[in-house]
C-alpha cells in the first residue's frame, strides 16, 4: 500500500513565532486552522485568518478551498520536506479589544499592529506616535526605571522598534527618546494587559495602520488614485465583472459611483468576499461595539489625563524671529519716551508686568525648560526676551482697545 501524500505547513504568528503542522495533500483550509487553534490553545481566533503571500499582497484563505488552489503547481510537485508558508493575519479590525474574549488573541493582536505601526505614513499624526510608543514600552517592558543620568533618561530601547523610519529622522533620536521616556514614566503602575487594550484603542485612530490593503487601478493606464472613506450606510452596492471592481455610493454626490481594476478576477472575488464577511461581523458585534465604547467613555471620564510634547528650539527659534521684528516698535517707544506723554499701554506694562517672574511662569516652562514646581531661575537676558513678548501682546490689546473705543 502507497505511503499516504503530506505536505508540511508553517503558519508564521504576528509575534514572530511559528507553528508546524503536516496535512495531506488533498487538504483544505480547514485542517490547518483546526491544528492552530490547537497548537495556541484557544476556541476561537475571532478576528484573524489564514492568508498566503502572492505578488507582495496577502490574500485570506478560504477554509473550504483545498489548499492546491493558492499554492499552485508547487503543492503537488515540489518535495514534501519543503515547507509552506501560511500566515495568521488580523482580518477583521476592531476600535477596542474590549470585543476579543481572549487575552491570547489580544496579544497576537497588539503584535500586529505594532508591526504595522512601523510602517506608518501619517506625518500629521505624528503626536498619536510618542503615546503609542509609551503604552507599547509599558505593556512589554512595565515601568519606566528612574535613573540620576538625565543623559541616560529613556535610552533603555531603540527608536527604530517603535517608530517608523521618517519621524526618527525628523525629529531626531535623542528628541524621541527624551520625550517617550517621559510619557513612559507618566504611565507608572498601569498593568500591562491594561496597556495593551489602551494601544489596541489609540491604533485605531492612525489613518493607515487597522485597515487591509490592496493595490486596485481607477484606470486601465494606473493612475494613483485619492482614498476615499465610506461608511457601510453610505454604499448601495458592491459588484465585480471579470478584473472590474464597482462601488455604488449615494452618500458621496460628487462621485456616485467608482470603478476600479485589480490585478485579475481572482483578486476581485476575493475583496468582494473579504467585504462581504467584514459586513456581517459588523452587524453581528454591533451592540457590543456599543456597550464597550460606553464603558470606555466612562472610564475617560474618570481618568482624564493630559500629556505635552515640545520642540523647544523650534518655539525659541520664533521668539527670536518676533524680537527682531521689534525693532521698529521699540524706535516708535523711544521717540514716545523722549515726548514726555507715554501711552496708558505702556504705564500698564511698566506698573503691572515689568520685571514679575511671578506672572509668566508657564512661558518660562515652553521658553527654557524651567518647571513651573520648582524656583524660576533665570538670566537677565532670558527675563528681557520674556518681557518683550509679553510688551508685544499688551501692545497689541491696547491697539485693539483704542480702535474699538
Known amino acids: 500500500m502507497a505511503a499516504k501524500k503530506t505536505r508540511h505547513v508553517c503558519v508564521l504568528l504576528p509575534d514572530k513565532q511559528h507553528l508546524d503542522c503536516t496535512v495531506g495533500v488533498k487538504a483544505r483550509g480547514q485542517e490547518v486552522w483546526t491544528s492552530t487553534l490547537r497548537q495556541l490553545g484557544v476556541g476561537d481566533l475571532q ?14 484563505v478560504d477554509l473550504d478551498e483545498r489548499l492546491t488552489k493558492y499554492f499552485c503547481k508547487r503543492w503537488t510537485r515540489e518535495s514534501p520536506m519543503v515547507p509552506y508558508i501560511l500566515f495568521l493575519r488580523i482580518k477583521f479590525y476592531v476600535e477596542s479589544g474590549l470585543l476579543l474574549m481572549s487575552s491570547r488573541v489580544q496579544q497576537l493582536y497588539y503584535a500586529e499592529l505594532r508591526q504595522k505601526l512601523l510602517l506608518s505614513q501619517s506625518p500629521h499624526q505624528e503626536a498619536l506616535f510618542f503615546l503609542l510608543a509609551a503604552l507599547a514600552l509599558q505593556a512589554e517592558v512595565g515601568d519606566h526605571r528612574e535613573t540620576n543620568d538625565e543623559e541616560k533618561c529613556g535610552c533603555d530601547f531603540l527608536p527604530e ?53 490592496y493595490r486596485m487601478r481607477q484606470e486601465i493606464n494606473g493612475i494613483h488614485q485619492i482614498l476615499l472613506d465610506f461608511s457601510w450606510n453610505d454604499i448601495d452596492s458592491l459588484t465585480f465583472q471579470g478584473s472590474k471592481f464597482e462601488i455604488v455610493s449615494s452618500g458621496s454626490l460628487c462621485i456616485p459611483k467608482l470603478v476600479y481594476h485589480s490585478p485579475s478576477a481572482f483578486h476581485s472575488k476575493h475583496i468582494l468576499m473579504h467585504i462581504r464577511d467584514s459586513h456581517r461581523l459588523h452587524f453581528s458585534t454591533r451592540e457590543a461595539a456599543i456597550y464597550v465604547q460606553h464603558l470606555e467613555d466612562m472610564e475617560a471620564g ?25 525693532s521698529d516698535c521699540s524706535a516708535a517707544e523711544e521717540a514716545e519716551e523722549d515726548e514726555g506723554t507715554p501711552s496708558e499701554a505702556k504705564l500698564w506694562m511698566d506698573e503691572e508686568f515689568v520685571d ?27 527675563w528681557a526676551a520674556v518681557t518683550a513678548e509679553m510688551k508685544q501682546v499688551l501692545w497689541r490689546r491696547a491697539g485693539e482697545a483704542a480702535s474699538v473705543d
Open 47 to 60: 478576528v484573524f485568518a489564514l492568508a498566503v503571500l502572492r505578488d507582495n499582497e496577502y490574500i485570506f
Open 161 to 213: 522598534d517603535y517608530f517608523p523610519s521618517w519621524l526618527i529622522k525628523r525629529r531626531g533620536r535623542d528628541y524621541v527618546l527624551q520625550n517617550v521616556g517621559l510619557l513612559h514614566a507618566e504611565l507608572r503602575g498601569e498593568a500591562s494587559s491594561r496597556a495593551v487594550l489602551r494601544f489596541i484603542r489609540e491604533a485605531s485612530r492612525l489613518q493607515d495602520a487597522a485597515l487591509t490593503l
Open 302 to 326: 474618570c481618568c482624564y489625563r493630559e500629556s505635552y510634547i515640545c520642540d523647544t528650539t523650534a518655539l525659541k527659534q520664533r521668539l527670536r524671529n518676533i524680537l527682531s521684528s521689534m
Open 356 to 382: 514679575d517672574p511671578a506672572d509668566v511662569p508657564w512661558l518660562a516652562e515652553v521658553l527654557f525648560g524651567v518647571s513651573v514646581d520648582g524656583p524660576l531661575v533665570l538670566t537677565s537676558s532670558c
